[in-house]
Structures are given as structure tokens and as C-alpha cells.
């Protein structure tokens, strides 16, 4: 038992060919993102059966607020380090520990001085504590092991996988139990804090390098260099990406804070964290691929086919099933969100398609272009929020998200990623329109079937969930027979690679 034990764990060790230890990686990066992901989702439906949505809300202040300290001083060394030619980037992780522990510190410190401040300005006292509790995290951060910056620059992700479901298990495990214990806003807090902790001591037991406090100006030049557009465009991620959140909790209320970022990671999580999967595996496969242009493209187009494949008709299946999924999931008390639900999902789908090209301009030395695009969404999104929240509330918020992405971001996105790698334009919209036509024919199955039922919201969801799956599964299958649709071979690749 033991032997079969130690075999099947050498197995699932990726190796092979480029491609496939790419494959086999985006497995164990699948397997982060859904298990993370789904303990965190079962955390927050178990608490939002205890937690009224207001403190949701205080706990969302408190988490935008990290996010925006964090996002202002990201200085991109991660990113770097895996962009590096070298196989061998020991020489430089002191002085990124250095760097990060530096960083860390001075979050801190903000969050905790400016707490009441930032509480104040929501109107919401009760939050001061939140965020200086919340600010240990970045300082455990940036005192972790450095080297476990390897799992993903050398493509070993099951060691990855170690990592970070371990911590997700400590978090649920910790929030759900003191929520059992107190059903107060403490619970996501002491979650979310105890995941930091636990990483902290856990990233020195699975890597063997071991810091210290050494620090090379002229690396730390190097590393600040590479990283001063993924600043730039990790300042403008947070204000397109979480600012609305910010928006919201301050000209609405915390509990319409709630229920939008509720309703924005229920929306966003299937689709955005599919295609995040394949993002973080492609970057570092993109990278290596820097050289070599045609096969980049090859690379490209089949994350791209991939990924609209999967991503496309979970975005459209969550705007259909949201009526039925928020009162029979969550209760009755967070039906206000299903509208702000129905239209995040689309912002999930638009998020999705195009999440990898950040990880093309990354690889091929041009972050700045993910800070330039960044920079005109947020211009878009800020002429437009102020009068849509007023008008129509979270929809009206969750309305110009959705519109200021799919024009003119998409479009912009395609025209530029076209000319970066001489792939033509067209070449992206195919591989879209087929998953995009079979997620509309098992849209408008849905539909007629919810007509013909009266049926409780739970034998809805029943209902439709497996058979939104069969239709779009039988219409692709026909697409990719009888149409020059390569999902068939994209799918015997990864089965091969993974057998």
C-alpha cells in the first residue's frame, strides 16, 4: 500500500516535454485555485447564514483597504524573478526578502495609523479595528520564505498546491469554528489573519532556502526596474477592480458594499478563476516561449480556445441560475444582490477571455501596456459610476463595469495583442464564437425550461445546473465535429499529457 502510495505521488511530479509539464501544471494550478476557492466560498455561504450582510460590508472596508496598500506598493519582484532568463535566481532573494519585508512593515504601519481615518471616511467606526487587524497579514507576507518563488518559475506546482490549500483549510477551518463560537464580523477576520500566519511558518518547511538580511542596491535596481509598470499597472488594477468597491461603501452604505462584493465574487469566481488557472501557468511557459514568436502564438491561441471553452458558458450559466442560486444558497435576505449577480457574471465572462494576454505582455518584457490599458478602463469607469449609482444603485455600478470592458477594452485588448504577436484579429474572435454559439443555445434551452416549470427555487437549481451542462457539452461536441474548431485536439492533448 505504502509502494502504490509513493508511486501514484511521483506520478502526479509533472514531467515531460515543455507542453506537457505546462499541462500538468495547470492541473495542480486548477487544483489550487478550486480547492482554495471552494473552501473559501463554503466558508462565506455557511457565515452568510449567520453574518448579516452589514458586517460583510465592514469587513469589506477593511479588505479594500489592504488592497489598496497593498496594491500601491506592489513593486512586481515576484514577477520579475519568474521573467528572468536564469534558471538560478538565489543571488537575488535576500535582497527581495529584504524588499518585501521592508514593504510589509510600512503597511503595517499605514493600516494601523490610519485606520480610524479610513473608518471615518466610510462612516463606519466600527471598521478602525478591522483593518489594524488585517494589517499583520502584508508583515507575515513579507517575512516568508523567499524561495518559494521557485514552485512557479520552475513550473512545480504541486508543491504549490501544498502551500497555499493548506492555508485556505486553516482559514475555513478557523473562520467557520469561531463563527460556530461567535457569530460576529471577528470570524472573517480571524480567518483570513490565521491563513497569514500559518503560511509564514509553513514557508520555511517546504523550501530549504533560508534568508538573510543582505541587500544589493544594484539587484534591488534590477528588480524595482522590471517591477515599475507592474506598480503602475497594480495601482490601476486595484482603482478598476476594487475601486468600485471603495465607491460603493462610500457613497451607498456597507450593507450595499456587502451585497455588490457578494454578488461580484459569487459572479466573478467561476469564470475569472478558470482562466487565472491557465494565466499563471502560461506566464511562465510564455516566457520561456519569448524567443521563439511562432510557437508563442501557437501557445496563445490555444489558452485562448481553452479558455473560452470553459470560461464562456459558466459566466452565462450564473446569470441564469442566479434567481434561483441566491435565495436557496445564501437566504432570502440577500435576493437585493441577484440583479448586481446577473450582470458581474458578464463581467466575468469579458474578464476571463482576455486574462491571458496580460500574461503576453508580461513575458515579452512590455508591462507597460497592461498600465496603459489599466489607466484608460479607469478613466472609462470614473466618468460613468458616479451617475450610475445614483441613478440605479449596485446594478447601475455592476452595469458600467460590464459596459466599459466589453467597449472599448476587448476590442482595444485584441487590436494591440494582434500586433504584439502578428496573430490576426480574427484568429481571437474564432475561438470565441464557437463556445459563445453553443452558450447561447443552452441559454435559450434554460430559458424555455424555467417557462415551461413552476417549480420552487430549489428544484430549479437542480434542475438546471445539469442540464445547462448536457446542452452546452452535446452543442460543442456537434461544433467541434463539424466545424474547424480545434477544442477536440486541445482536449486529446491534455488527456494524453495528463495520462
Known amino acids: 500500500m505504502r509502494d502504490r502510495l509513493l508511486d501514484t505521488l511521483r506520478r502526479l511530479i509533472p514531467s515531460g516535454s515543455a507542453i506537457e509539464r505546462t499541462i500538468q501544471n495547470g492541473v495542480w494550478a486548477g487544483g489550487i485555485k478550486i480547492a482554495s476557492r471552494l473552501l473559501q466560498v463554503l466558508m462565506l455561504v455557511v457565515l452568510a447564514r449567520v453574518l448579516a450582510p452589514r458586517q460583510f460590508g465592514l469587513m469589506g472596508i477593511a479588505l479594500v483597504s489592504l488592497s489598496a496598500t497593498q496594491k500601491f506598493s506592489q513593486i512586481g519582484i515576484k514577477t520579475a524573478l519568474i521573467q528572468n ?140 526596474d522590471y517591477g515599475k509598470w507592474i506598480t503602475a499597472s497594480s495601482v490601476l488594477y486595484f482603482l478598476y477592480s476594487e475601486g468600485d ?102 463581467y466575468g465572462l469579458f474578464h476571463s477571455i482576455t486574462r491571458n494576454f496580460g500574461s503576453v505582455y508580461k513575458a515579452l518584457d512590455r508591462p507597460d501596456l497592461i498600465a496603459k490599458l489599466s489607466a484608460l478602463r479607469v478613466a472609462c469607469i470614473s466618468a460613468l459610476i458616479w451617475p450610475a449609482a445614483a441613478r440605479f444603485g449596485i446594478e447601475g455600478v455592476g452595469l458600467v463595469v460590464v459596459g466599459v470592458y466589453a467597449f472599448p477594452m476587448l476590442p482595444l485588448d485584441v487590436y494591440i495583442m494582434s500586433n504584439l504577436t502578428n496573430t490576426r484579429p480574427l484568429a481571437f474572435v474564432r475561438e470565441w464564437f464557437y463556445p459563445t454559439v453553443a452558450a447561447g443555445v443552452m441559454s435559450a434551452s434554460l430559458w424555455r425550461l424555467r417557462g415551461l416549470m413552476d417549480a420552487t427555487p430549489l428544484v430549479e437549481l437542480v434542475i438546471l445546473i445539469p442540464a445547462g451542462i448536457a446542452v452546452y457539452g452535446l452543442t460543442a461536441l456537434v461544433l467541434a465535429r463539424f466545424s474547424s474548431w480545434g477544442i477536440r485536439n486541445d482536449i486529446r492533448s491534455i488527456a494524453g499529457s495528463l495520462s
Open 85 to 224: 532568463r536564469n534558471e538560478n535566481v538565489d543571488e537575488y532573494l535576500d535582497t527581495t526578502w529584504c524588499l518585501e519585508a521592508g514593504r510589509g512593515l510600512v503597511i503595517f504601519a499605514v493600516l494601523f495609523v490610519a485606520a480610524p481615518f479610513i473608518a471615518g471616511a466610510f462612516d463606519e467606526p466600527n471598521a478602525a479595528r478591522l483593518i489594524r487587524v488585517i494589517g499583520v497579514g502584508p508583515l507575515l507576507f513579507g517575512l516568508r520564505n523567499p524561495g518559494v518563488v521557485y514552485f512557479r518559475k520552475d513550473l512545480e506546482f504541486h508543491k504549490e498546491f501544498v502551500y497555499q490549500v493548506s492555508g485556505s483549510i486553516v482559514q475555513f477551518a478557523v473562520g467557520v469554528g469561531y463563527a460556530l463560537i461567535s457569530p460576529t464580523v471577528w470570524a472573517l477576520v480571524l480567518g483570513y489573519v490565521s491563513a497569514d500566519v500559518f503560511k509564514f511558518v509553513f514557508s520555511y518547511f517546504v523550501h530549504d532556502y533560508r534568508p538573510w538580511p543582505s541587500f544589493d542596491l544594484s539587484i534591488a535596481r534590477e528588480l524595482i
Open 245 to 346: 468597491d471603495a465607491f460603493v461603501g462610500w457613497f451607498l452604505s456597507a450593507t450595499a458594499l456587502g451585497f455588490y462584493q457578494y454578488a461580484y465574487r459569487i459572479a466573478d469566481t467561476p469564470s475569472s478563476e478558470v482562466s487565472e488557472i491557465i494565466a499563471s501557468v502560461s506566464f511562465p511557459a510564455y516566457s520561456k516561449l519569448q524567443d521563439d514568436p511562432d510557437k508563442l502564438r501557437q501557445a496563445l491561441l490555444a489558452t485562448t480556445r481553452i479558455t473560452g471553452f470553459v470560461t464562456i458558458p459558466m459566466a452565462v450559466g450564473i446569470a441564469l441560475v442566479a434567481p434561483s442560486f441566491v435565495p436557496v444558497v445564501l437566504g432570502d435576505e440577500w435576493t437585493p444582490m441577484i440583479g448586481a449577480m446577473q450582470l458581474l457574471a458578464l
